[in-house]
T-cell receptor, first 112, second 115 residues
């Protein structure tokens, strides 16, 4: 079983749609959680951290369920510029020694 | 502005040759990482360093080595390139951890082809 699992997609949605991505992780000792965004042939960039209480950044909402070892990302009012691969990332080790475990990514294509 | 750079951006080499990929960051970050990215796999950790003279193996370290002689640079060496090492390589850096807000910043990547 992969340490971090995501639905690879692609998710093809029209502009303005709401889309949700899910991710599960296997290590119950994982301490930090993130969503990264990766555009085609570019480097990954941090989209947002995921906190236990859930957090929102504009049109993006991230949720964490530690009991189910489940992370989600909700994108409202999708824009063409949201088209990218979204990587679920889990950190282990903590503090100065954190290592990131990456999911394979979910491809989002927003259609005009 | 502070940044992280990789060179070369593209490289074609032959099987058996030694190849070195450069990574340079100007954030003065202690932590530096090398990943490879292949279709069907997430980014996989090759080697990492938590400071000068410190290096550690990641999950796919066979055939690769690194050295950390200063804070800014972590070159990745393929001792004898193999076709299985054809991949996109990303370098990343992060500050010494401060709780769970650590962020890794990635370089633009090096696309390596081994023929």
């Amino acid at each position: 079983r992969k340490e971090v699992e995501q639905d690879p997609g692609p998710f093809n949605v029209p502009e303005g749609a709401t889309v949700a991505f899910n991710c599960t992780y296997s290590n119950s000792a994982s301490q930090s959680f993130f969503w990264y965004r990766q555009d085609c042939r570019k480097e990954p960039k941090l989209l947002m951290s995921v906190y236990s209480s859930g957090n929102e950044d504009g049109r993006f909402t991230a949720q964490l369920n530690r009991a189910s070892q489940y992370i989600s990302l909700l994108i409202r009012d999708s824009k063409l510029s949201d088209s990218a691969t979204y990587l679920c990332v889990v950190a282990t080790g903590g503090g100065a020694t954190n290592k990131l475990i990456f999911g394979t990514g979910t491809l989002l294509a927003v259609q005009p | 502005d502070a940044e992280i750079t990789q060179s070369p951006r593209h490289k074609i080499t032959e099987t058996g040759r030694q190849v070195t990929l450069a990574c340079h960051q100007t954030w003065n970050h202690n932590n530096m990482f090398w990943y490879r990215q292949d279709l069907g796999h997430g980014l996989r950790l090759i080697h990492y360093s938590y400071g000068v003279q410190d290096t550690n193996k990641g999950e796919v370290s066979d055939g690769y080595s690194v050295s950390r002689s200063n804070t800014e640079d972590l070159p990745l060496t393929l001792e004898s390139a193999a076709s299985s090492q054809t991949s996109v390589y990303f370098c990343a850096s992060s500050e010494k951890g401060r709780g769970y807000t650590d962020t890794q910043y990635f370089g633009p990547g090096t696309r390596l082809t081994v023929l």
